[in-house]
């Protein structure tokens, strides 16, 4: 009986070899090409050896570009004249300014009360708003960094708030404060349409446009809230804390009135000579000004905005200039010796005590 020979396996050949390609993709199989992360470009700019040189000459520039126009500004002013006409104030002007400064830091030391709802540390209103006022005196004068983060860490941590609750009360006064201000500076080219200020103009309509696109972040923060229903957001392994939607809109209109409140202050000192929304316009854009070129209470900042927007015809720089000290002394340095006092006290009354809980 005739066995059958035993057949070697042949390697598979490419008409017998299986197929890994799926029917109708072809013989050749190809990668479809990977997408970028997304901001990608951004961070291989910044790993670029020249980028730091780049984004500091920049700043540089612009520090220069303002520092000049100050000294522009200071070069043609006739101080002892300044000097006389703050003398010359009525009294009653400037205890009005102080009134309604100090109602501007007792409102803004009630945005620490919303953060305090929103972490629900334990400590009393009256205790927070001290704190809430103490450090903003000290954020006029000296910086976020001290007044706004240091001085608040100190006094919160010494009763026993956890640094990550005192990074959240932060956060939420913060974004109290700037989400008015946007919504505040939309409505403003409504009323009042900043003239031309070293040849550069724009019309109302351009600055009612911009100001619509600035409203848009407040709008957002809004329906944020309003779709969370008090539920915190995760972003990136973070979670943040919302407020429901009335204690949202409740941050808006406190920070507007706090903005209106600031404004009030300097168009009492300046008597009424100019429309109250010119007066709001020179202190909202002298805080983002002062913010953006760090310089400590915006000293010449805020002047030379007020003398660039304010001074007219019937307004001379001199007065102008005149009501803009008298605000500078009633809104930064006055609130700066009461936030010194208050802070030495709290100090003297917590020394050798341990953090209570």
């Not at 008015?180 to 019309?203: D, E, M, Q, R, T």
Request: glycine share 10%; proline share 7%; aromatic share 10%.
């Amino acid at each position: 009986m005739a066995h059958p020979r035993p057949t070697t396996p042949q390697a598979p050949t490419a008409s017998t070899a299986p197929s890994r390609l799926r029917p109708g993709r072809g013989a050749a199989r190809t990668r479809a090409p990977r997408r970028a992360p997304q901001g990608a470009g951004l961070t291989s700019l910044q790993q670029k050896p020249w980028w730091p040189w780049l984004t500091r000459g920049l700043a540089g520039a612009f520090f220069v570009l303002v520092a000049s126009l100050i000294a522009h500004q200071a070069r043609s002013v006739n101080w002892p004249a300044v000097w006389q006409a703050v003398l010359a104030l009525p009294a009653g002007v400037l205890w009005a300014g102080a009134a309604l400064a100090l109602l501007s830091h007792f409102t803004y030391g009630s945005f620490e009360w919303i953060g305090r709802h929103v972490t629900g540390h334990t400590l009393g209103r009256a205790t927070t708003l001290g704190i809430a006022m103490t450090s903003y005196g000290f954020t006029l004068n000296l910086g976020s960094v001290i007044g706004g983060v240091g001085v608040r860490y100190r006094l919160y941590s010494r009763r026993g708030v956890e640094p990550g609750t005192i990074g959240q009360v932060v956060a939420t006064s913060i974004l109290t404060n700037w989400i008015g201000y946007l919504l505040l500076a939309a409505a403003v080219p409504w009323f009042w349409v900043p003239p031309a200020v070293f040849g550069w103009s724009a019309s109302a309509a351009q600055w009612r446009m911009g100001g619509a696109l600035l409203a848009l972040a407040p709008l957002a923060y809004l329906a944020l809230c309003l779709v969370r229903e008090g539920r915190p957001l995760a972003l990136r392994g973070h979670r943040f804390a919302l407020p429901r939607w009335p204690l949202a809109l409740w941050q808006v209109v406190v920070s507007c009135a706090n903005w209106m409140l600031m404004g009030a202050a300097l168009w009492v000192v300046l008597q009424g000579q100019v429309a109250y929304p010119a007066a709001i316009a020179t202190v909202m854009l002298g805080a983002v000004a002062g913010l953006v070129l760090r310089v400590p209470a915006g000293l010449g900042v805020l002047e030379s905005v007020g003398v660039a927007l304010l001074t007219m015809d019937t307004l001379s720089k001199t007065d102008v200039l005149a009501a803009l000290l008298a605000y500078r002394a009633l809104y930064y340095f006055v609130p700066l010796v009461l936030a010194a006092l208050a802070l030495a006290t709290a100090e003297l009354l917590l020394h050798g005590k341990k953090p209570t809980k």
